[in-house]
């Protein structure tokens, strides 16, 4: 069968669809990638076949967009302001308290992501051009990102099985159950729904009607332990997380084990590309690591380091290194709670300190591993000490509990079937979902 995966603009979204997508080649089936070109050149260096679509993203360029304050913040109906900006603590998808989600509630938050977030990636030029491919290559199965609802457009254009590709948690189907539930309540009139206003008028376009799929897709592939996955009233496959860290090397120095506890810190390459800098004070955290019986691995480029004073001898900057080489051999991890980060110390059993910025479903992930043993979170980025931060790395060291429930969980996700076993699950459903 032919396969589409629809990626967004973003190498480290990609790398979450790359295993799956050669398990998929490997079967024999033919495989190519949609997204912006931003990312043509990560998809040819994956081995993968590349179709740009639109212009280019920039996604880095959200990083300049300064957001709404709480003061600025007025209407529920007027989220934008004259810089383009929205406030997203004001419009958490993470929201999961059930006297918070509210239909107004709801309404602001969606209202928000798909008018100044969905609406941008997948603009009508980038539907234009992914539904022309889909009707001249004629996919029997998209698998997409899920925050590209172009993909399930075309989709169901032209009448192929589609699913999204879990990066995260699934925060958009756990919201849009109780939206739905809330729509359903309400008078006609008075039952305003923004992704039906949107996808139902771009769907028109290709001559097809709203369908709540093109939302959440047939199904979704999730790699999130069944442990931690949010209850969503949704069709899942699961599939064992399997880190994918682009072109890399391993360097001679990863080749012997450590002579003390390591630790790597990380601030990942998704704030880099997505928020054009980091959300944690750098120096800070390396503060929090000197003077400790261990060796700190920090992935730091030259502009992070330019603004640092000498590194404490017990640090070893690199720019990049790949974090499936590096976490078997670590004590622990000091990250930002990007999901690539985060499922790579889950698959690894690697005790985590996270330091969440506000960032799509960062600090939800961060509460997580928590909750199950295998970390602990900084509540208050804003607050952070070297000191508090060195405490909170000393009990993940020192305390056996967090070592314990990190490899229990490295064991549920070795449990899930591999990318290859999934295969035929995907045909299967591709077979039941073709129209």
């Keep these: 069968m032919r396969v589409l995966f629809v990626t967004l603009a973003a190498s480290t979204h990609l790398h979450a669809q790359v295993p799956v997508a050669w398990a998929l080649r490997a079967a024999g089936h033919d495989v190519c990638v949609a997204s912006h070109p931003d990312v043509v050149d990560d998809i040819v260096r994956s081995g993968l076949t590349p179709v740009p679509i639109g212009e280019p993203m920039d996604i880095g360029q959200w990083a300049d967009v300064s957001p709404l304050t709480a003061e600025e913040f007025q209407d529920e109906a007027n ?28 309404q602001a938050v969606f209202s928000a ?3 100044a977030s969905f609406q941008e990636i997948s603009s009508p030029r980038v539907m234009d051009d992914l539904v022309g491919f889909a009707r001249q290559w004629r996919p029997d199965l998209v698998i997409w990102d899920p925050l590209t609802f172009a993909a399930p457009v075309a989709a169901l254009a032209v009448g192929a099985a589609h699913a999204r590709m879990m990066f995260g948690f699934d925060v958009i189907g756990r919201m849009r159950q109780s939206h739905r539930a809330v729509l359903e309540d309400r ?14 008028t771009a ?55 450590p002579e003390r506890r390591r630790v790597c810190l990380t601030l990942g390459r998704s704030f880099r590309e997505l928020m054009g800098g980091d959300r944690a004070d750098v ?16 992935t730091l480029n030259t502009d992070q380091l330019s603004s640092l004073p000498p590194l404490p001898d017990n640090v070893r900057a690199v720019d990049f290194v790949p974090l499936d080489a590096l976490l078997p051999s670590c004590s622990a991890i000091i990250h930002h709670s990007g999901s690539g980060t985060t499922q790579t110390a889950l698959a690894h059993g690697v005790p985590q300190v996270i330091v969440p910025a506000n960032m799509m479903d960062n600090v939800l992930k961060a ?31 020192d305390e056996p509990s967090f070592a314990a429930n990190a490899a229990a969980l490295r064991r549920e996700m070795l449990a899930a079937p591999a990318p290859r076993d999934i295969v035929p699950a995907l045909e299967r459903l591709t077979a039941l979902g073709r129209s």
């Design 283 to 298: 120096g800070e955290l390396l503060r929090g690591v000197a003077d400790l019986d261990i060796e700190v691995i920090a």
């Design 203 to 257: 769907l028109a376009r290709y001559g097809v009607e709203f369908d709540e799929q093109a939302v959440l897709g047939q199904w979704t592939i999730d790699t999130v332990p069944s442990s931690m996955r949010l209850e969503v009233d949704h069709p899942y496959v699961p599939m064992r997380y399997t880190p994918y860290n682009g072109r890399s090397t391993v360097e001679p120095w990863l080749w012997s084990p």
């Design 367 to 397: 509460q997580q591993v928590e909750a199950a043993g295998a970390g602990l979170h900084v509540r208050d980025t804003a607050a952070l000490t070297a000191d508090s931060l060195r405490a909170l790395l000393l009990r993940v060291l």
């Design 79 to 106: 989220i934008w302001d004259a810089r383009g900006g929205v406030n997203w603590e004001l419009f958490d998808l993470c929201e999961l308290r059930p006297e918070k989600l509210t239909y107004s509630y709801m």
């Design 113 to 115: 992501w798909v008018g």
């Design 187 to 200: 008078p006609d009139a008075l039952r305003d729904d923004p992704f039906e206003e949107w996808l139902g």
